[in-house]
């Protein structure tokens, strides 16, 4: 789904809310945003958008120490 992708794009590269997503991608509301999400990555936005501040978290650490 060309919306769910977008989303997640924006998840990545933005700080904006799950509603201002779900609204900018074109979804009715933040819930079926949020089922649909699920159902194309299997986990929600939130954790979506978590995980990946996470990982980039870690490759900045990794990033860091091999550079020394």
């Known amino acids: 789904d060309v919306r769910t992708h977008a989303a997640a794009e924006l998840l990545r590269q933005s700080e904006l809310s799950m509603t201002e997503i779900a609204c900018e991608c074109g979804f ?10 699920k ?4 986990q929600s936005p939130s954790s979506y958008r978590k995980t990946l501040q996470k990982t980039s978290y870690l490759l900045r650490i990794i990033t860091r120490k091999a550079s020394k």
């Open 39 to 42: 159902r194309v990555f299997k």
């Open 28 to 37: 009715s509301d933040s819930n079926t945003f949020g089922d649909t999400f």
